[in-house]
């Protein structure tokens, strides 16, 4: 006869739904506190998860942010417009609105935790931003063999320029004033492409067209 120390019971069924809830939970409060306030029985209580089952699926709260982070993708442009400009004007925008996002949030404290924690951050991150990096260049070389822009012009500069300019102004402008920037993006992603098209000498592709056929 079988005790009941001895007697097989089935166990609960794994929920499915678990891993999004945590995921989403773990980038929620990463968003909030960053690496120093991010606890396990943080991320529990906020996806209404035991700790037992947490720990079982991440042994760590290290190994927990660094899938969490895996599971954000950048917004990028698959196709040119053909213009280097109406390029860039999207890709601004795109990033304005990114960067008012939970995961935009997410990228912003992480990039800059990557200095200080290198080892927890710094594969995560270049894994984040290489699809990024490698389709917006890709914009610019294109740029380059339409002779829109100058033979030699340095990529990286030109999407740093933009970046850069975006994301402090993200950073710099007040809480309350976010609606009104967002509402705005289109006007400023035009100032900002067209300051920095002005300073690498850009010339629109059918400019460039006519100038050449002028040469030959």
């Known amino acids: 006869m079988k005790t009941a120390s ?7 069924p794994p929920d499915p739904g678990i891993e999004p809830r945590v995921l989403d939970a773990t980038l929620q409060i990463y968003a909030e506190v960053g690496w120093a306030g991010f606890t396990m029985d943080a991320v529990a209580r906020r996806a209404r998860v035991g700790k037992a089952a947490l720990y ?3 042994e760590s709260k290290e190994k927990l942010i660094v ?11 698959a196709e040119t417009t053909g213009s280097l ?3 860039l004007l999207a ?21 800059i935790e990557a200095k200080f924690y290198p080892e927890l951050f ?13 389709l917006s260049r890709r914009l610019v070389l294109l740029a380059i063999d339409r002779g829109e822009i100058p033979q030699g012009t340095s990529p990286a500069l ?8 975006i994301v402090n102004h993200v950073l710099s402008t007040p809480i309350d004033r976010m609606p009104a920037l967002l509402e705005d993006a289109p006007q400023y992603a035009e100032r900002v492409v067209d300051f920095v098209l002005s300073s ?16 030959s």
């Open 6 to 12: 001895t007697t097989s019971r089935p166990g609960r």
């Open 56 to 58: 079982r699926r991440w």
């Open 67 to 77: 899938e969490a982070l895996a599971s954000i993708t950048m917004p990028v442009m």
């Open 85 to 87: 400009r109406e390029d």
């Open 91 to 111: 890709m601004c925008v795109r990033t304005l609105k990114a960067q008012q996002s939970r995961d935009g949030l997410v990228g912003l404290r992480a990039q």
């Open 122 to 134: 710094g594969q995560a991150m270049e894994d984040l931003g290489k699809q990024w990096r490698t």
């Open 158 to 165: 030109v999407l740093d320029a933009v970046n850069g300019i």
């Open 200 to 215: 690498i000498g850009y010339r629109p592709a059918e400019a460039a067209l006519d100038t050449d056929g002028a040469r």
